[in-house]
């Protein structure tokens, strides 16, 4: 998940959940609604600005204007608060001032010198950052789910160094530890974290379809083009941060939730709480780890749980058939996890694709001859075969009905997962063209020297002015991305230089999209949505007569601009989201981003080529079983064979069911917005994660993430003040334990001595090992 992107972690609503986490008493999902949903409706000056003014009049340092009271409080106050009074503070913060997007109150959060820019902070977020890649990397190639890095490198950053402050001399690491600086943590962890989703998706795809070497000899390739794509969002998001923060005061409910959680922490109170989280992700680190490299070497017992393989071959020769189908159990922390933070609307929905697919559809379309599985007769497995390769139909030798049922499913996957995401931006039109129009008037009104129309729904940015990020380092870096990408495009691939401009500005036009669904929705859908990219540079080239293999190579490489730069600019804005809440200075947040950035170019290629040379089956488009199912990779695979060739290579019964089952997700979106109360929003589908079941192949990491999905929501209602403690923390260490570990049997695997190795296949279909 480019951040997949398809689901909402946290829960079902968001606007729920960022309510509760506000409140100590019990809040109902339609008063979280009407604080929170409904933000972005105008609403008369923060009263803050009241109260803060009132504070200073005695002392005549203030005027009296509503604006120079906010201008005048900077985000580094000289007055110290007691220590003794910040929580009682934190709770006079109310939903509506949550809504109205006013940040929190400067006598809220401990007092703190500088602007939280530090060594510490850097290279402890880094390293953080660096985690949740290695994560992504493992998780987007098994299902295509990836994950934030903000929460999870904001609490254990706390712990970290909280830590040195204690055993640290003060100057050399052992200074005071605030808010701040736990920000430039998540700053950084954002910008190490972010490159990982064209590594799952288009890179993948590019080997698959022999238009690259290997990733060993291409490595300076690969790095000068991810190099290339690295900071187009620290730049998106500075101008985009105006909009959507400071004049659409949108909710990003995660982001929200983190400086909750910050601003938490540096409490006494939240600092002992910061504590035990940490231990219960540290442990949870750990066991998954150990787990999931042991786990290896016995996988048919403790991994993979094939329980009718085992019932076929104690007889019931009909029980193989189920697990043809993929329907086996699988012992995944991270999956586990993933359901925990995904929550039940998501997990449910993910499985309920998979079903549906592959219980439902893909059954009856091999029994109407629409579609064909592989047998492993040949091999002398008479009743076993699988239904999951993308790779039998072959364009030009082969009919379209000799494709397997995942492929017939790709195109209904698609298509879905596009209507259902244009549908949710459709649905916010209003807003949407509101920060469209307040970029478009702006940057008119800088080039003509007009002045700037003052809106009714406006707030003066609450940093001062030697925070902000001066506007010639946004043009400059823009402009030396955009030279640079195009040196890169048009040297190393052969790139037409228009289609290279094309693609980023498709990556601008896409982080809105992605900024204005996950402000509001906590939803980031810019997976599905940057297949309209490859469908407009797919136009472009065939209307410049080429296709083939170079056609594809263009289409890849342009949909990847388009993609990466915008779900990376989702999370860089999200972070200054956070920022804003704490009083943090956007313009340290602006260099702990570019210093993640910076360093997340080599580690993500260099953990590229790990796997890669581990798992070459990753890139092999022949390959009938491998570890990772890429349904990324698959998708964009098919999808840039079909833009650019001759023929559309979709059978008609697969288009009509696109068609079909797109129109019914756009139509779950208006309903949802129209005409269901939002106390029932959590039983509609969630059609992004349901087109995500019909391309992951096999259906167990489906059955994992619906266990910890209603595991959680079961611990929460019984025990919900131990849930709130623990439940995020567990999850989060399952999910980065595993993705570690699979980077650790990947280096087992080149050094010969992994499970697959030495390992035993004892209680495994023959036919998969």
Known sequence: MERNDYYATGGPDAALNVATRLHAHPVTQDGAHEDIVH???????????????????????????????????????????????MEDLQESFTAEDLARGVPFPESSLPYEEGSGLTLRALAVGTALGFIIAASNIYLGLKTGFTFSATLFASLLGFVIIKSLTKVLPDGKGGSFFGPRENVTIQSAAAGSSGLTSMFVAAVPAMYRLGLLK?????????????????????????????????????????????????????????????????????????????????????????????????????????????????????????????????????????????FLGYAMIGPSLVATGEAKCHSYADDGFDHAYTCFSTTQYKPGKTELKSASPRYWLIWPAVLMMFGYSFAEVAMNYKSLWAGIRSAGVETYCKITGKEMPIYE???????????????????????????????????????????????????????????????????????????????????????????????????????????????????MVGDLKTGHWLRASPLTQFYAQLFGSLWATPFSVGLFVLFSKAYPCVLDAAAETCVFGAPSV???????????????????????????????????????????PPKYHVYLPNWNAIGIGFLVPNCNYGIAMATGATFVHFWSKKYPGNADIYAYAIAAGLVAGEGIAGVINAILEIAGVSGAILGTKVALPPWSV
């Open 634 to 676: 698959a998708a964009w695979q098919a999808v840039s064979v079909a833009v650019v060739a001759p023929q559309l290579p979709v059978t008609l019964s697969s288009g009509l069911t696109a068609i079909v089952l797109t129109i019914i997700a756009i139509a779950t979106v208006i309903a949802r917005y129209k005409f269901i």
């Open 214 to 354: 290997d990733p060993e000899t291409d490595f300076a390739r690969l790095f000068t083009f991810c190099f290339c794509s690295a900071f187009y969002a620290c730049f998106f998001a500075i101008p985009l941060r105006k909009f959507y923060i400071l004049k659409q005061k949108l909710v990003f409910p995660t982001p929200t939730a983190t400086a909750l959680a910050i601003r938490a922490m540096h409490t006494a109170n939240g600092a002992a709480l910061a504590r035990k989280k940490t231990k219960a992700l540290g442990i949870a680190f750990g066991c998954a780890i150990v787990y999931c490299v042991v786990n290896t070497y016995v996988p048919g017992i403790l991994l993979d749980q094939h329980i009718f393989y085992w019932l076929y071959s104690w007889g019931a020769t009909n029980a193989i058939y189920v697990d043809n189908w993929g329907w086996y159990t699988t012992i995944t922390p991270a999956f586990f996890g993933s359901g925990m933070l995904a929550g039940m609307n998501a997990s449910w929905s993910f499985l309920g694709g998979l």
């Open 457 to 571: 729904d406006a707030i003066p940015d609450p940093a001062p002015k030697s925070q902000q990020v001066p506007l010639l380092y946004v043009l400059v870096g823009l402009t030396l991305s955009i030279l640079m990408t195009i040196l890169v495009c048009a040297l190393q691939f052969d790139m037409n230089v228009g289609n290279v401009i094309l693609a980023i500005i498709l990556a601008f036009l896409f982080s809105f999209i992605g900024i204005q669904s996950s402000g509001t929705t906590d939803i980031n859908p810019l997976s599905s949505v940057a297949k309209a990219s490859q469908l407009i540079v797919g136009g472009a080239l065939k209307g410049e007569g080429r296709t083939g293999p170079s056609a594809q190579l263009e289409n890849l490489i342009a949909g990847s601009i388009a993609s990466s730069a915008a779900a990376h600019s989702v999370d």
């Open 39 to 85: 933000a972005d409706e105008p609403v008369p000056r923060p009263s803050i600005v009241h109260r803060a003014s009132s504070s200073k009049d005695e002392k005549g340092s203030l005027g009296e204007s509503d604006e120079k009271v906010t201008n005048a409080l900077p985000y580094g106050s000289n007055e110290k608060p007691q220590a003794e009074d």
